[in-house]
Nanobody
Framework: QVQLVESGGGSVQAGGSLRLSCAAS????????LAWFRQPPGKERDFVAA????????THADSVKGRFTISRDNAKNTMFLQMNSLKPEDTATYYC????WGSGRTGLSDYSYWGQGTQVTVSS
């Protein structure tokens, strides 16, 4: 089993930056595809970014492209989401997810393991 714990959320003004982390435990995740999803209040959970188990392929949602960057550090068993130029519409609970041999897919059902989420609030 893989346990995932997100951190780094908080409150920030529009235009600011945050760096989210997702620490994995239970087993090493070098061979897991990893992803970030987010769920605004009262809305569905949506894809944000994904990175394949190889680390060579990343995908970002159009809404965050050019502002957010996903990365991973297998030595630390951790994934990151660097978020720049934040907007109020980025306000959501952010979740990390993992899938064995994952290729960086974008669907909720593509991932077996999920964290509990970290809140990001962007004020105008």
């Amino acid at each position: 089993q893989v346990q995932l714990v997100e951190s780094g959320g908080g409150s920030v003004q529009a235009g600011g930056s945050l760096r989210l982390s997702c620490a994995a435990s239970g087993r090493t995740v070098w061979n897991y595809g990893l992803a970030w999803f987010r769920q605004p209040p009262g809305k569905e959970r949506d894809f944000v970014a994904a990175i394949a188990w190889t680390g060579s392929s990343t995908t970002h949602a159009d809404s965050v492209k050019g502002r957010f960057t996903i990365s991973r550090d297998n030595a630390k068993n951790t994934m990151f989401l660097q978020m720049n130029s934040l907007k109020p519409e980025d306000t959501a609970t952010y979740y990390c997810a993992a899938q064995l041999w994952g290729s960086g897919r974008t669907g909720l059902s593509d991932y077996s393991y999920w964290g509990q989420g970290t809140q990001v609030t962007v004020s105008s």
